[in-house]
């Protein structure tokens, strides 16, 4: 089969969130089962240069953006001798510091910057002559191809047998843009109603992807139910439900090779299932690192994550006193909006016994913090899957997460009396209801042989990526199968 990504991140160039995990992994696992894969990404300025020597260069294409017209070059690279990553490049669009905008507004240009982006790679697809079945796109910055398949393509023979995927990673961005940017899109103001893009006077990209898109995905089965609620649709719960026939979860796994405690190099000592003592070596050095007291008795709770709302972070921050007070250590490594910056920055001053506080990205940090962690904290509002959880399971570091979305399709609260599950789970969105699981976590872990056991049912844990593009190629090829049964 052939199938194009079009993505605006991708584990190793781009990353901000758990997208990039997925754009980076299932490509490769996918390539591995025989297919041919095709990666388009945005040639940000953080993709390291010299890779663009090894590079085939496209002719120039030239793209209409309302009365404008922009030039892009592509990029071909043969990455990881499998697939093929064509980066887009346009400097005024791309070559800035970050993917989307700074910590305290998007880039305003967004809307014309992943338009540009989605309608070279159209272009580019034909300019190479690679006809794609499946055309998998990943959120609102690659929602719009789905509706330019079905509309300005629609009698298109080169796009015919396409059938566009989009897999919905976090339903709170949806890429919304005034309606009098809409023409730049390029389709017709007949797209802009309600029953189709327009979302409150706005242009709602997501919107036109779910609508348009033949198969719609989450990463996980839990969110694709919760989406088709008020308290997780951000507006979009009718839209959703109005597709749920084509609607299916697929939980993300993460990559065994490369998230693997036995091999991983960013880490002071490896370890295994087998040789859990050298695990608290990596622990003592968490904690030099952080300037915490080294005692391998105390346990230490890791947080690598994005410091926004849907983070449960506004559940978490009235507990920072509290947990001082605590037999506990908390080392977060994080960042995002000002105030959370801000506000952490400010605990980690405040209490530097209990914290070591980290408000940055730091992709070599993150490892040494699921190797040392006893535990990594996710009190997420909701979480369309989480990987930071998988690779805790992974690292022999307890996961203790909120009951919603991914989090609740992977870890299951730990029974004292069975001796099942492999971490600490709480339902109650409220800092009382956290609070009490970290305290029923805590008290567990004075138990050596207790919380051994806890360690290794999920350091038994299978969530790598094998089964999950099992799925999306069962997926696939249903889809493609479709055309043949009504032709
Ligand atoms: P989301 O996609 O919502 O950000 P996920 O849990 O799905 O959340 O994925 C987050 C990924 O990003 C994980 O691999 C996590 O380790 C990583 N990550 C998040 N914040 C940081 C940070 N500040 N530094 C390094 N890695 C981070």
Same mark, same amino acid.
């Given at each position: ?28 696992v996918?390539?591995e089962?025989?297919?041919t ?8 300025? @953080?993709?390291?240069? &010299?890779? %663009?020597?090894? *590079? ?7 793209? !209409?953006?309302?009365d $404008?017209?922009?030039?892009?070059k ?29 910590s305290e ?16 790679l ?5 300019a190479i ?18 509706v ?7 009698e ?12 919905i990673?976090?339903?709170a961005?949806?890429? @919304?843009?005034?309606? &009098?940017? %809409?023409?730049? *899109? ?7 109603? !309600?029953?189709?893009? $327009? ?34 649709g ?17 939980i ?8 693997n ?6 880490i ?5 299932i ?11 050095v ?30 978490l ?19 995002g ?8 920055a400010?605990?980690g001053?405040?209490y ?8 940055m ?24 899957c ?19 979305g ?20 709480f ?8 609070l ?9 872990y ?6 051994r ?35």
């Open positions: 089969m052939n199938i194009v990504f079009a993505t605006s991140e991708m584990v190793p160039f781009a990353k901000t969130g758990g997208l990039a995990d997925v754009c980076g992994s299932l490509p490769l996918l390539a089962k025989g297919h894969v095709k990666i388009f990404l945005p040639k940000y300025k @953080m993709i390291d240069a &010299a890779l %663009f020597y090894a *590079t085939q260069e496209l002719d120039l294409i030239d793209i !209409v953006l309302g $404008e017209v922009v030039s892009g592509v990029h071909v690279y043969d990455y990881a001798q499998r697939v093929q990553v064509l980066f887009v490049e346009n400097d005024d669009f791309f070559n800035r510091d970050d993917l989307y905008g700074t507004n998007d880039y305003p240009d967004n809307d014309r910057r992943f338009i540009f982006f989605q309608k070279v159209l272009k580019t697809l034909k002559n690679f006809k794609p079945h499946i055309l998998h796109c990943h959120d609102w910055q690659t929602a719009l191809l789905p330019y398949l079905k509309t300005v393509h629609k298109d023979p080169f796009y015919e047998k396409t059938k566009t995927f989009l897999t990673h976090n339903m961005y949806q890429g @919304m843009f005034s309606s &009098a940017a %809409f023409p730049l *899109t390029g389709l017709s103001w007949d797209e802009f109603t !309600v029953e189709k893009l $327009e979302f409150y006077g706005k242009s709602n990209f997501l919107k036109g992807g779910i609508l348009y898109a033949d198969v719609l995905t989450t990463v996980s089965q839990r969110y694709a139910q919760e989406i088709q609620l008020k308290e997780f951000c507006g979009l719960e009718a839209v959703i439900k109005q597709r749920r026939n084509n609607l299916y979860g697929i993300n796994g993460i990559d065994k090779n490369e998230w405690p036995e091999t991983d190099k960013d002071t000592v490896n370890f295994s087998n040789q859990l003592n050298k695990k608290y070596i990596n622990k003592g968490l904690q030099k690192e952080n300037k915490l007291a080294v005692d391998r008795n105390v346990p230490l709770v890791g947080i690598v994550t994005r410091l926004t709302d849907q983070k449960g972070l506004d559940i921050t009235p507990l920072m006193p509290q947990l001082a007070q605590m037999e506990v250590q908390v080392v977060l490594l994080g960042t909006d000002k105030r959370y910056n801000k506000k952490f400010q605990f001053e405040e530097p016994d209990t914290f070591g506080v980290n408000i990205f730091d992709a070599q940090m993150a490892r040494r913090i699921y190797a040392g962690a006893d535990m990594i904290l996710m009190p997420s509002h909701f979480e369309p989480g990987l930071s959880q998988l690779i805790g399971l992974r690292y022999g570091t307890v996961p203790l997460v909120r009951e919603t991914g989090l609740a399709d992977t870890v299951i609260d730990f029974n004292r009396n069975t001796g099942k599950g492999n971490g600490f789970v339902s109650e969105y409220t800092k009382d209801a956290l009490k699981t970290i305290q029923k976590a805590l008290e567990y004075k138990n050596k042989e207790l919380w056991t806890i360690v290794v049912n999920g350091m038994r844990c299978d969530f790598s990526w094998d089964a999950s593009a099992e799925k999306y190629i069962e997926l696939y090829n249903k889809e493609k199968k479709k055309d043949l049964m009504y032709a």
